[in-house]
T-cell receptor, first 115, second 109 residues
Framework: EAGVAQSPRYKIIEKRQSVAFWCNPISGHATLYWYQQILGQGPKLLIQFQNNGVVDDSQLPKDRFSAERLKGVDSTLKIQPAKLEDSAVYLC?????????????FGPGTRLTVL | DAKTTQPPSMDCAEGRAANLPCNHSTISGNEYVYWYRQIHSQGPQYIIHGLKNNETNEMASLIITEDRKSSTLILPHATLRDTAVYYCIATSNTGKLIFGQGTTLQVKP
């Protein structure tokens, strides 16, 4: 079974530029999550999708971050414009809706550096 | 979700058991104890979870105290590949995963 795919793996941009990250979850997983992990900290949930609907985006800085999952499969997270403090690893995770427990499957992440 | 407290770091000799403690004194009745680990440059990986009974799987054992205020993750025979950050999370089966800073386990040869 293929895991969660993310691209790119690394991205370096200047502040005030825009950037987008892509995630393809495990086939059949209806729930998709985006996390931000700043160096030395644990991952922080940004947004949760169930199919193509948003379940929780309370921690998403909506003035600059946006995310979509138009067809309920893959997802894109965008930052526009980026700030220095957005430097982090952005992790995507997925979970099947039928799972009886909270096992999330994480991708390898995209490491963003904002200069 | 209940807050958890873990030691920031621990060492373990290769081949020995690694015992990672976690305090979750405010855990509520419907919250489980989940353990994830994150190997360097990878995403977190689920290890095990439990409600009140001890649990064991192919990766680890989880011992939860009777009052549910603390737990211990046991890796019975640690290898160098078990070097990682281990996160203890108290949450429901459909709740958020709120990661703290975890315990950095260093397995030494």
């Amino acid at each position: 079974e293929a895991g969660v795919a993310q691209s790119p793996r690394y991205k370096i941009i200047e502040k005030r530029q825009s950037v987008a990250f892509w995630c393809n979850p495990i086939s059949g997983h209806a729930t998709l999550y985006w996390y931000q992990q700043i160096l030395g900290q644990g991952p922080k949930l940004l947004i949760q999708f169930q199919n193509n609907g948003v379940v929780d985006d309370s921690q998403l800085p909506k003035d600059r971050f946006s995310a979509e999952r138009l067809k309920g499969v893959d997802s894109t997270l965008k930052i526009q414009p980026a700030k220095l403090e957005d430097s982090a690893v952005y992790l995507c995770a997925s979970r099947p809706v039928w799972a009886g427990y909270n096992e999330q499957f994480f991708g390898p992440g995209t490491r963003l550096t904002v200069l | 979700d209940a807050k958890t407290t873990q030691p920031p770091s621990m060492d373990c000799a290769e081949g020995r058991a690694a015992n990672l403690p976690c305090n979750h004194s405010t855990i509520s009745g419907n919250e489980y104890v989940y353990w994830y680990r994150q190997i360097h440059s990878q995403g977190p990986q689920y290890i095990i979870h439990g409600l009140k009974n001890n649990e064991t799987n192919e990766m680890a054992s989880l011992i939860i105290t009777e009052d549910r205020k603390s737990s211990t993750l046991i890796l019975p025979h640690a290898t160098l590949r078990d070097t990682a950050v281990y996160y203890c999370i108290a949450t429901s089966n459909t709740g958020k995963l709120i990661f703290g800073q975890g315990t950095t386990l260093q397995v030494k040869p």
